[in-house]
Structure formats: structure tokens, C-alpha cells
Nanobody, 121 residues
Framework: QVQLVESGGGLVQAGGSLRLSCAASGSIFSINAMGWYRQAPGKQRELVAD???????NYADSVKGRFTISRDRAKNTVYLQMNSLKPEDTAVYYC???????????????WGQGTQVTVSS
């Protein structure tokens, strides 16, 4: 079993900052990618940012220059530093990991339970 434990969500005023953390544990041999998605009420889940095993990063256009994703490989943890938050950033943020349970297995996807981020105007 694999677990993704998220923390760091909450309520913040527009212009403020929050830092999300997601720690992966369990039957993990390697992690191909970790990242954050978000889903606002009435909208589809969308990619916010992700980072691969090769340390490349990918950001949604709406968060470029404001959000920074980073990863601690030793701890299997990914962070999302969110600055200059806007009301439109309000959503449930989900951690995602693509991992392998053994060196020969296929890659699996796993999601965290989500953490609420609310930005007030």
C-alpha cells in the first residue's frame, strides 16, 4: 500500500502565501513524478505543477511566477510554495505520485485525499 499525506492548506487573504507538503510512504521502489493538481467547485481537476525524476518541472500558466514546486527525494516529499495567492486559486489541492513498487513493475498512479486552500478577497 502507498499513502500520500498532505498538509499545509488553509485560509489566507489575497496576496498571502501558503506552503503545501505531501509525503509518500509505503511500497515504493521509485517515484517517476510527483505533483499537485487542484479542483475548484464545478470545474475539472487541473494540473498545478509537477516534477519528474529528472528534476524537470512543469507549471500551469496561471501559476507561473507565483508557485514553486520542489522535492526532497530522500523523504519522498514534494512541496508547493504558493505566493501572491488570488481568490481564483481557491480549490481542493490534490497530491499525485507516479511510482513503481518494484524495479520491474509498471508505473502506478496514486492520489492524496486533498487539502482545501481558500483565498479570500
Amino acid at each position: 500500500q502507498v499513502q500520500l499525506v498532505e498538509s499545509g492548506g488553509g485560509l489566507v487573504q489575497a496576496g498571502g502565501s501558503l506552503r503545501l507538503s505531501c509525503a509518500a510512504s509505503g511500497s515504493i521502489f521509485s517515484i517517476n513524478a510527483m505533483g499537485w493538481y487542484r479542483q475548484a467547485p464545478g470545474k475539472q481537476r487541473e494540473l498545478v505543477a509537477d516534477t519528474t525524476s529528472g528534476s524537470s518541472t512543469n507549471y500551469a500558466d496561471s501559476v507561473k511566477g507565483r508557485f514553486t514546486i520542489s522535492r526532497d527525494r530522500a523523504k519522498n516529499t514534494v512541496y508547493l510554495q504558493m505566493n501572491s495567492l488570488k481568490p481564483e486559486d481557491t480549490a481542493v489541492y490534490y497530491c499525485h505520485a507516479e511510482y513503481k513498487s518494484t524495479w520491474y513493475s509498471r508505473a502506478y498512479d496514486h492520489w492524496g485525499q486533498g487539502t482545501q486552500v481558500t483565498v479570500s478577497s
